[in-house]
């Protein structure tokens, strides 16, 4: 009794009124309660499959529109959705009650179940996405009351048949989930997930349910003390900032197993955190302390503020690790949490606290473009092909010039348009354009991307391209590229060092290539079962690669010893006056840029013949390089369009609030990628902070160091040799 009496609390008028005066003063009471009084009134003696009252579907639905803090008109129409398709109520009592605007948003939810396409299960999946286009084209609050409509339906779903509980698990999972999460209302989207997924997959739901239960005080106790431990770390470092947890949704927890291919066991990240703060600068200073304070994982930091989601998502991301355990941390503003959790809903809030007009206008640029473009197609099912994209959020549908349209997976890059449409445009390709606009070669493509490949007949992949390209053909061909260019350059470098190797014993190569002498010591040192080329090829190979010494072959060839020049007695330790090679036809894209040093073009650098992996490229002052005067030559760069390079730098600054988000906002100025923060104090006055830029070269690196160094309270700026060791280099 006591239950129902609590439920029947819930749904009196009042209660709603209470609900949404909290956050909207201004709301218009008595529109709300007349709403409430028509819909049940025209519900009465109604009753859903589950014997309850049909109101109650009108009024929960409501309620998730005041869960979204929604305007008066649409929590009115979600009271009222269902009044013209269910009752004899008519348009011209709505209109004369309640006016054009509810009325026409009634009409709208109403009209969706009116379009009528024929066709299999995947082209009804389908149009039922573009039934809801199409009847939001007026008014996109249409949409919101639906996604409500169908949440309550979710929620009483166990009342149906087995086979409805499919279909309609089904459709939610495959229309109005991908729709909740396009238009970025994350807590629509997640909700829906997890009850389709209990219908859909319900062993697997109650498997991971039952587990998650099993440890919740555990979990829940940890998850505390990492609020509390975070929150003090910020609080010393005077960042102002609200940290709470945030449990993992089921459905999420089950992507988790099945991609990365292990037990739920093995799944460490059940819980995350959120960090929310004031500006964009405290988003960044953040990232440094939680970098200082803890080690991260490197690829899982994610800037979705320098390069929001195509729904408005913006955030940063990141992950530490406690104590062996991984800890997910989302770290945004409060405008930038509005928009996370109420997507496309945040449009329509009560005013107060509202998203800044940039904000709305990216998330409506999608909606608006595609409401357009149903305009421009007479046959639907053309619409609705070019639509894929939309429904499956896992793929990324663009089109050539022509208009030829091609899927691709989330996430892939121009480069990997390139290899889809044909291998030689992908290993000839030179630069892009998308939609008319010059991108790099690491833009990730978007749904409805016109994209324009340039090609040049000497152009050929780069090593960096591996780093940005998704899918397995583009990784595959660039990879099998690489490796026989390597294997080439390695045979003409190799053939070089001996050249070179012999010339100071003033002996001839080509001698002892007509005689059987090299061929016979390649034989003895190259093992026949692994080589893949004649012994003389392999043998080059090898000592290009450094896997041979140049030296001992020659020695082999040759067992005199070489004289001592003038030159090589004066040398301590070169490069400039090590013995070298000329470097024509060496390509330095093939080579590896060293982490020790972090060359950048327009440094001086050396090559170095690295055992066993071929040419690496250091800084000329490096000081990790040996002393091996065969295994250093010099070498030049070649200018490389597209293309940036990371360059660890480190401020000496005030340890003051604010400072470390002066420094990220200046950088962020020069459109550089910062791909790490990390942050230290040594004492209460002195601070360090350290960047990796994604820069073109010196000039543009110098410019932002320079820069740098102009902020009050930066004391000094150096470039990093290795973060992982204290040797700096002042510019």
């Known amino acids: 009794m006591s239950n129902r009496f609590g439920r029947e609390c819930r749904m009196s008028v009042n209660y709603l009124i209470r609900q949404i005066l909290a956050y909207n003063p201004d709301a218009d009471c008595d529109l709300l309660r007349r709403s409430y009084e028509f819909s049940q009134t025209c519900h009465h003696g109604q009753q859903r499959i589950s014997g309850d009252a049909y109101f109650s579907h009108c009024f ?16 009115c129409a979600g009271l009222l959705h269902d009044v013209l398709e269910d009752t004899s109520a008519s348009r011209d009592e709505l209109v004369d009650q309640f006016g054009d605007t509810i009325t026409e948003l009634v009409e709208g939810v109403t009209n ?4 009528k396409f024929k066709g299999g299960i995947q082209q009804r999946t389908a149009e039922n996405y573009l039934r809801l286009l199409l009847a939001t084209a007026k008014d996109t609050r249409v949409i919101l009351i639906k996604l409500a409509d169908r949440l309550h339906n979710m929620q009483t779903l166990a009342s149906l048949p087995p086979h409805k509980q499919e279909r309609i698990a089904k459709q939610t999972f495959e229309v109005y989930a991908p729709l909740a999460h396009r238009l970025g209302i994350a807590r629509i989207k997640s909700r829906l997930e997890d009850l389709a997924f209990k219908y859909l997959y319900a062993t697997e739901y109650r498997e991971i349910a039952d587990l998650l239960a099993a440890k919740l005080g555990e979990r829940e106790a940890y998850t505390k003390w990492m609020v509390d431990v975070v929150q003090q770390e910020l609080d010393l470092m005077g960042v102002k900032a609200r940290v709470y947890g945030r449990p993992k949704h089921i459905y999420s927890i089950y992507q988790k197993i099945h991609q990365r291919g292990v037990p739920f066991e093995q799944i460490r990240d059940l819980f995350g955190l959120r960090v929310l703060v004031n500006s964009v600068g405290d988003c960044y200073a953040v ?10 994982i490197p690829e899982q930091f994610k800037d ?8 408005g998502y913006r955030s940063l991301h990141t992950t530490i690790v406690d104590r062996g355990q991984p800890v997910e941390i989302q770290i945004r503003t409060h405008e930038m949490h509005q928009i996370a959790e109420y997507g496309i809903a945040a449009h329509w809030r009560y005013k107060d606290g509202m998203p800044s007009e940039t904000d709305n206008e ?3 640029a999608w909606f608006r473009e595609m409401l357009a473009e149903i305009q421009e197609f007479k046959d639907p099912f053309q619409f609705i092909r070019s639509m894929k994209g939309e429904l499956f959020p896992d793929e990324v549908f663009v089109f050539t010039p022509k208009g030829d349209l091609h899927s691709l997976p989330a996430g892939s890059t121009p480069i990997d348009f390139a290899y889809k449409i044909h291998t030689d445009i992908g290993q000839t390709c030179s630069g892009a354009e998308v939609n008319g606009a010059i991108v790099p070669f690491k833009y990730r493509l978007q749904n409805g991307d016109r994209v324009n490949i340039q090609t040049r007949a000497n152009g050929h992949p780069s ?6 390209v998704k899918t397995a053909r583009a990784r595959n061909k660039i990879q099998s590229w690489l490796n026989e260019q390597n294997r080439a350059q390695a045979i003409d470098l190799g053939k070089r060092l001996l050249e070179l190797e012999m010339r100071q014993r003033q002996l001839n190569l080509k001698h002892f290539f007509k005689s059987s002498e090299l061929l016979d010591i390649a034989e003895k040192l190259v093992s026949k079962k692994k080589a893949q080329l004649p012994p003389i090829d392999e043998l080059f190979r090898q000592i290009g690669n450094g896997k041979e010494s140049a030296t001992h072959v020659a020695n082999l060839l040759s067992p005199e010893p070489p004289p001592i020049t003038e030159k090589q007695e004066r040398t301590t330790r070169p490069p400039q006056s090590a013995p070298s090679i000329e470097m024509e036809g060496i390509d330095l894209d093939l080579a590896r840029i060293m982490k020790c040093c972090h060359p950048i073009p327009g440094d001086e650098i050396i090559g170095y013949l690295t055992r066993g992996r071929g040419i690496s490229v250091h800084r000329a002052d490096c000081s990790r390089i040996i002393n091996e005067p065969e295994r250093i030559f010099d070498i030049d760069w070649t200018p490389i369009e597209n293309v940036t390079y990371p360059a660890p730098i480190t401020v000496e600054c005030d340890n003051r609030p604010g400072m470390l988000a002066e420094i990220t906002t200046l950088i962020a100025q020069y459109k550089v990628n910062i791909d790490t923060v990390g942050s230290h104090r040594t004492n209460k006055e002195t601070g360090y902070d350290q ?5 073109n070269g010196i000039e543009q690196l110098e410019a932002i160091m320079e820069s740098i160094r102009y902020l009050k309270g930066v004391r000094s700026v150096s470039r990093i040799t290795s973060f992982s060791s204290d040797k700096r280099r002042n510019l």
């Not at 503020?305 to 729904?311: D, E, R, Y």
Request: hydrophobic fraction near 45%.
């Open 112 to 115: 969706i179940s009116k379009y």
């Open 60 to 75: 929960e639905t409501a309620k998730t529109l005041v869960e979204l803090k929604l305007d008066t008109d649409t929590i």
């Open 304 to 311: 979705f503020i320098g390069l929001p989601k195509a729904n």
């Open 362 to 364: 990216r998330i409506f």
């Open 691 to 695: 960047f990796t830029l994604e820069v």
């Open 287 to 296: 990232i440094g302390i939680l970098h200082n304070k803890w080690n991260h």
């Open 463 to 468: 090593r960096d391209w591996l780093r940005w």
